[in-house]
């Protein structure tokens, strides 16, 4: 007896041992289902779904998307064709947007076209060039007859400018362009903002205003290398900006950061619905490391998994929609009452390059370092390198470096695109009327089937629809209408 059950003890100590050694990886470890309710209906993803939606995707703010535009060639001359758009823009309302790439540090998650200076001097050549592309501007279009309906300063963080640099450029703009009636002029900016400056811009014009929050947690900021501004602080300047009376106050979160669990992320959007703001977007962070080298240093055991991710945005949309938001789109929220809201009712939003917007984005003039213009048949992006855009605009010539003329074919999916992330469905009838085909005939080539298997899609002979499960899944919902689709471009994962 004895000896057995040192036989047994032995045995068990030799296993311990070896178990100790082996880590198993997570990809061999039985998984379960992921079982979640969105908006009170019950979905369970089984985990080879979950692979196989979990794809590295486009995010479709424009179709074509950009990997595909190319540069200048002898048959198409971007620049040409820019200033013939500018010239044939007629009776038209057009959105403005000015790009101050300029940030104080870098945080490690950023996805956007930033520059760390702290350089007064590069800034201040930085916003002669926009003078002098706006001047650019003013020369090509009627501005007797083409309002402004939208101005939006995007970045980097624009508020890292100094009150004189945005004033020279917002009054220039005043100058050279005329607005619409209830223009939407908003700008972005991150708790690092003073009370001082938000007042400033109020009266600057600005009457609406985006703060990037990301996370209030100080571990997940802290692993982003982002200086931490806690809740109180963050209140304090939303309240502030309430008071001043900014029509929309946005805030931007991420989920999939370093360090992010269910419970830190719950409590970071129990506290935002508690400041009350008017939009909240909710961004899936995308890590793509081999193209961004600066996400490089985020150390990759931090970061959650896939089913952890999934699980972080179901519970948002969850607690948002309980708290009386409307999910919009991908990863847009609003109060009822927001005109994003209203116009998601009337099926007037849109979706560019800065997110969902109540206005009509179909022309979009872009100023300023990566800036993209968009026309219903045209993309055209500027330089990506500070010296070569400041050096170009100051030759008198647009700093365009790439884009794409979209023949009619591209322009059809493009309208499918933006539905599918606008309205998530396609009227069938409507779609024919306005382009003159048959839906089911010129889309005769897509296999719809393992959509509609998967509970993504629903397609009838009049309409097409995103099911509320499939709301998870847009991104691959759209590629099935994406014709340059290239798996060799890295876009980040979709989940
Ligand atoms: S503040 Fe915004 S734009 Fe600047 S580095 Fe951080 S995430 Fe990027």
Redesign the pocket.
Known sequence: MVANYHLFWLLQLFLNNLLKNIEIPLWQMPMNNLDFIIQGSKFSITPDLLDKYNRQLPRYTSYPTAPIWTKNTESINFPLLFKEKLRATKDQNISLYIHIPF?KT??S??G?S?IVSNNPETMGRYVNSIIKELDFLQNRIDTKKIKINSLHWG???PTHLTQTQIEKIQNHILKCFGFSKQPEISIET?PDISIEMLGFLKDAGFNRISF?IQDLNETVLNACG?KFADIKKTRHLIDHARSLDYKSINIDLCYGLPNQTKTNFELTIKNIINISPDRISLFNFAYIPQTLKHQQIINPDLLPCSEDKLSFFVNAINLLSEAGYDFIGMDHFAKKEDELCLAKSKAEISRGFQGYSAKPLTHLIGVGLTSISSFPNLYVQNEKDLESYIKAVESGNPAIIKGFLLSRDDEIRRWIIQRIFCQQFIDKIEFEKIWCVNFNDYFKEIVFNELIKDNLIINSSQRFDVTLFGRLFLRNIASIFDKYLDQKSLFSKTI
């Open positions: 940030c870098r945080c998650f950023c956007c930033s970045g980097g963080t991150n990037g982002r």
